[in-house]
């Protein structure tokens, strides 16, 4: 089984991804799981309530998800983006299904009650941040719908164990979901050529990765590569095979990034 | 089996439906559908593309749905509101799984490739309006979900044949979904006591209807509550016994109007 991740940048080529899914069909079994947060962050702008961030103690920044967050949340992932997905995997003959991480607890996460951020120098706690760590998924829900030929297409957020909707780690849910459904390989597809030496250069790809060495590839990672990096030493020590980091915004996404195009860790 | 129809007014009791849910699955099966179109006119205006209507030349009146239209469609209803009941159903032990109309075809609809509209006394052609009439329901995948104890909470849009995303009226899709489910009782909750003799008294509620008589009800529905008659002659000439409107504002919204506090017709 492959599990594709759809990264939330506005160029990626959902409509290749999806025709290439569909060929991948004719083999092995498929789910996808997909973001959205360059247009989630475009019409919480728009809605006058701008995706804000806060950074821990030890440098780490994240999205700040209070209760009009996860709205807002709910409307762009759930709601916009997983549904055209979803059509468009059906026009390409998918039979696809778009379920959320709250959707017959498909994703259960353990909510942090408490965060500390640091602002003006100061450290504050923060109590209604709604955010939590995946620790369980539904495998079942998933095998009921794969073995009766549909493909599940997933997305945040995740729903936490006292029934609150919490936003939770993409890259770190694709792992753990990897896991759960002991999955061989996970193809993650983004606005870049792969993970980059130089992040100027497009041409500066590393391509291949031995999974005891990615620790020291920390120093390359920008920002959100980071929890890639992260998640990919996640999901290999849950069991996948490899995982192949590929660009979104080319035609035949999937393929390429299997023929290692990208970066594979292995 | 019981479809258990939940309106789009903001002051409707989702808890108190949600609850009574849970109680009524202790004895038989139920699909939950929704609606959401006073958030999505709200979240509509906010967003600068406010909700926009037609009117026919026969005088009804229909929401204009292009393309920016669909996208706040899939916004509020498969994202905001469609988490937040399945949510709430989970918090009461219900084990609820989102779906809209396009998730596997659910609801498949017949676009109207063409809508005349009069405006400023001219008709006009309109081409670029999403819109369908449901036709045939996926009910092997709700039966897949029943069958293993899933709660399916379902809401528009449909998928047409050519795999648009296409607004759809719910009320009839609501009767195309109690047929292909050979479903017992439709329950629909809105934002009033039941059909109303006088708009202007709570207390005119018209308690029973003949399923033959109620063409003639039509003269007592005013805007929305047209449609609802005529999805209520549907369902009931689709094979549903009963179909029983209620307040959605009250305590126990579901239970009561299974006892017949509302309007009842069969």
Known sequence: ????????????????????????????????????????????????????????????????????????????????????????????????????????????????????????????IVRDNFTGRVEKVNADLLWLLLNNNYVPVLCPPAISLQNEIVNTDNDLAVAVLAGALKSDKVVSLFEAAGLLKNVHDEKSVIRKIKKGELEEYLQFAKGRMKKKILGAQKALANGVSAVYWGDGRVEHPVLKALKGKGTVIS
Chains 1, 2 share one sequence.
Not at 33 to 52: C, F, M, N, Y
Not at 69 to 96: P, R, S
């Open 1 to 124: 089984m492959i599990i594709v991740k759809i990264g939330g940048g506005k160029n990626i080529n959902i409509d290749g991804i999806c025709q290439d899914i569909a060929f991948l069909l004719e083999k092995e079994q498929v789910v996808v799981v997909h973001g959205a947060s360059e247009t989630r962050d475009e019409i919480a702008q728009k809605l006058g309530i701008p995706t804000k961030t806060i950074t821990s103690p030890s440098g780490v920044s994240s999205v700040y998800t209070d209760k009009a967050a996860i709205d807002v949340f709910l409307m762009v992932y759930c709601g916009l983006q997983n549904k055209k997905i979803v059509a468009n995997l059906l026009k390409h003959n998918v039979n696809a299904i778009g379920l959320s991480g709250v959707d017959g607890k498909l994703w259960q996460a353990k909510r942090k009650d408490v965060v500390y951020a640091v602002e003006d120098g100061k450290t504050k």
